[in-house]
């Protein structure tokens, strides 16, 4: 574990008011923050949640899509899916390196995972019975991904960015794939050309909650935003994503499923974008507390998964003590 000698993780930092005004000056600085140096035990908390939230999140997201491995239409089609699964699952093992070197246990956040204590991201609690959906969940699923952690590349918290650096450019094939995958299943026959529509109108709504609730209603962007940690608040890059993916809908043919949604040429201060309808957050609130349609299912799969492994685990800790003991 990396937490040993850590500063501050024993949470015994005095966060004095010249302890707090130097670390927010170097944080003003854009100086990176590093595992070793003494940090708020509340700036570290929250890394701890949020990474966490995100390593999971990587991890729960292989489900959906690793369903659709074994069906997918060709040989060509299945290679592309099983590399974008598999990237995900490294995600999220950078990810999870990426929290302890907060000081946080890889088994904790499991347990916190497998237990419902931490969340991992509302948008993987939705089925995927077609094919397209494997399509709409690269396009808008890694798209919204895309929008949210490029800014966090710039994070204050060195670990993680720099561990976003190559997130993003691999959710950026993902998206691609995803939208390449739609824009042919357009340009087939009636059917499939339903079968993406249907898809879309599916997974619009949830993609725009992925971005988190309303900034009235988020009680940590302002903290996080003082701190650097998020560049951008929730609705600002619920926005960008929505003004960047219209067009992109339109270019192939489908409606995005929002009779509100218009052009209005004074959003984003003049340069125009688009008014959207009502999100529905009750339906938000309701997944994000274990209600949604495959919450159970999900957790099922990722404890079958956990007490699966846990000979390997045992096997490596075996092997370790025995290399050990051969080396004294
Ligand atoms: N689902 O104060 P707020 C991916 C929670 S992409 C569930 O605004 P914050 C992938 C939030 O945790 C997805 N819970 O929080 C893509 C908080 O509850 P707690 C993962 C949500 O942290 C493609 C409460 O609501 N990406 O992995 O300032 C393929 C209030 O929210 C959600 C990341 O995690 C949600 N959608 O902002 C495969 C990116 N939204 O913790 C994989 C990093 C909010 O107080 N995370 N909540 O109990 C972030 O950027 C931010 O944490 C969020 C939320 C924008 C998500």
């Given at each position: 574990?990396?937490?040993?000698?850590?500063?501050?993780?024993?949470?015994?930092?005095?966060?004095?008011?010249?302890?707090?005004?130097?670390?927010?000056?170097?944080?003003?600085?854009?100086?990176?923050?590093?595992?070793?140096?003494?940090?708020?035990?509340?700036?570290?908390?929250?890394?701890?949640?949020?990474?966490g939230?995100h390593?999971?999140?990587?991890?729960?997201?292989?489900?959906?899509?690793?369903?659709?491995?074994?069906?997918?239409?060709?040989?060509?089609?299945k290679?592309?899916?099983?590399?974008?699964?598999?990237?995900?699952?490294?995600?999220?093992?950078?990810?999870?390196?990426?929290?302890?070197?907060l000081?946080?246990?890889?088994?904790?956040?499991?347990?916190e995972?497998?237990?419902?204590?931490?969340?991992?991201?509302?948008?993987?609690?939705?089925?995927?019975?077609?094919?397209?959906?494997?399509?709409?969940?690269?396009?808008?699923?890694?798209?919204?991904?895309?929008?949210?952690?490029?800014?966090?590349?710039?994070?204050?918290?060195?670990?993680?960015?720099?561990?976003?650096?190559?997130?993003?450019?691999?959710?950026?094939?993902?998206?691609?794939?995803?939208?390449?995958?739609?824009?042919?299943l357009?340009?087939?026959?009636?059917?499939?050309?339903?079968?993406?529509?249907?898809?879309?109108?599916?997974?619009?709504?949830?993609?725009?909650?992925?971005?988190?609730?309303?900034?009235?209603?988020?009680?940590?962007?302002?903290?996080?935003?003082?701190?650097?940690?998020?560049?951008?608040?929730?609705?600002?890059?619920?926005?960008?994503?929505?003004?960047?993916?219209?067009?992109q809908?339109e270019?192939?043919?489908?409606?995005?499923?929002?009779?509100?949604?218009?052009?209005?040429?004074?959003?984003n201060?003049?340069?125009?974008?688009?008014?959207?309808?009502?999100?529905?957050?009750?339906?938000?609130?309701?997944?994000?507390?274990?209600?949604g349609?495959?919450?159970?299912?999900?957790?099922?799969a990722?404890?079958?998964?956990?007490?699966?492994?846990?000979?390997?685990?045992?096997?490596?800790?075996?092997?370790?003590?025995?290399?050990?003991a051969?080396?004294?």
């Amino acid at each position: 574990m990396y937490s040993q000698g850590l500063i501050g993780a024993d949470t015994a930092t005095k966060e004095t008011a010249e302890f707090l005004a130097e670390f927010q000056a170097r944080i003003d600085a854009e100086e990176k923050i590093e595992p070793n140096d003494p940090m708020p035990q509340a700036y570290r908390n929250t890394l701890i949640r949020m990474i966490g939230q995100h390593a999971h999140s990587e991890i729960v997201g292989m489900l959906p899509e690793g369903n659709w491995i074994t069906r997918a239409p060709s040989l060509r089609r299945k290679v592309a899916l099983l590399a974008k699964v598999q990237d995900e699952g490294g995600h999220g093992l950078y990810l999870y390196s990426a929290a302890e070197t907060l000081g946080v246990s890889r088994e904790q956040m499991t347990e916190e995972l497998l237990s419902g204590k931490a969340k991992y991201s509302s948008i993987f609690n939705y089925p995927t019975p077609t094919w397209a959906d494997i399509g709409a969940i690269g396009w808008l699923v890694d798209g919204a991904a895309i929008m949210n952690q490029v800014p966090l590349c710039r994070c204050s918290y060195g670990p993680y960015a720099r561990a976003m650096i190559r997130v993003c450019k691999e959710e950026s094939f993902h998206q691609r794939q995803g939208y390449e995958l739609m824009k042919s299943l357009t340009e087939g026959n009636e059917d499939q050309k339903a079968m993406a529509q249907d898809a879309l109108n599916r997974w619009w709504w949830p993609s725009l909650m992925m971005f988190g609730p309303p900034d009235s209603d988020s009680q940590h962007s302002d903290q996080s935003m003082k701190w650097k940690i998020k560049r951008f608040s929730n609705d600002e890059l619920r926005q960008k994503f929505v003004d960047a993916t219209v067009p992109q809908a339109e270019l192939i043919g489908l409606t995005m499923p929002d009779p509100d949604l218009k052009w209005n040429n004074s959003l984003n201060n003049g340069a125009g974008g688009y008014d959207f309808g009502e999100i529905d957050w009750d339906e938000f609130w309701r997944v994000v507390k274990g209600h949604g349609m495959m919450n159970k299912d999900r957790i099922r799969a990722r404890k079958k998964a956990w007490e699966d492994g846990a000979w390997v685990r045992e096997a490596s800790l075996a092997y370790a003590a025995k290399q050990k003991a051969n080396a004294a």
